[in-house]
Antibody, heavy 119, light 111 residues
């Protein structure tokens, strides 16, 4: 059974930092691309960042470039999101997501972790 | 990095069929059969219900079906049930500097 377990969310002041982590199990982790997807309160799903199975290909949405950094450790089957210079508009539930068919689909989701950026 | 376009809300009575549209471009829906649909109940993570335009994952009811024409994909819910009341999101692979894009989301209400 595939499991994705996020951790690291919490309350942080504007300009602060947080590190989200996603522990994966139940599938050959290094074979699959992973993404972070967020959902602001009362809003829709928004793709944030993706990393290929090897870690060699990385994508970010424009609004987070230079502030968020995605990484993976295939030996520990974890993917992380280092979040710096956080803004109020980064407030959201952050989901860890597993791709399938290359980048073609997200077939598994974690339960999400809430990040609140507020003074 | 614009989202795919969905209607904000769709409603129907129990037993009826409803269809949700999802409009993209030739960079995503129009040229790739990697269209997925997700169901999300309040406070829960999204759940995959359709992938590759019309395929259903194991355990997903046959009353969900998907199709595509040109740059527009569609999700049809046949025989609407109370438990189908949820938010629905389409998504697609996109050939650009962002590999995956979601729709704006549609709230389905069962009257």
């Amino acid at each position: 059974e595939v499991q994705l377990l996020e951790s690291g969310g919490g309350l942080v002041q504007p300009g602060g930092s947080l590190r989200l982590s996603c522990a994966a199990s139940g599938f050959p982790f290094g074979t699959y691309a992973m993404s972070w997807v967020r959902q602001a309160p009362g809003r829709g799903l928004e793709w944030v960042s993706s990393i290929s199975g090897s870690g060699g290909v990385i994508y970010y949405r424009d609004s987070v470039k230079g502030r968020l950094t995605i990484a993976r450790d295939n030996s520990k089957t974890t993917v992380s999101l280092q979040m710096n210079s956080l803004r109020v508009e980064d407030t959201a539930v952050y989901y860890c997501a597993k791709h399938a068919k290359g980048w073609g689909m997200v077939d598994q989701w974690g339960q999400g972790t809430l990040v609140t950026v507020s003074s | 990095q614009s989202a795919l376009t969905q209607p904000a809300s769709v409603s129907g009575s129990p037993g009826q069929s409803i269809t949700i549209s999802c409009t993209g471009t030739s960079s995503d829906i129009g040229n790739y059969n990697y269209v997925s649909w997700y169901q999300q109940h309040p406070g829960k993570a999204p759940k995959l219900i359709i992938y590759e335009v019309s395929a259903r994952p194991s355990g997903i009811s046959h009353h969900f079906s998907g199709s595509k024409s040109g740059n527009t994909a569609s999700l049809t819910i046949s025989g609407l049930q109370a438990e189908d009341e949820a938010d629905y999101y389409c998504a697609s692979y996109r050939n650009s500097n962002t590999p995956y894009v979601f729709g704006t989301g549609t709230k389905v209400t069962v009257l």
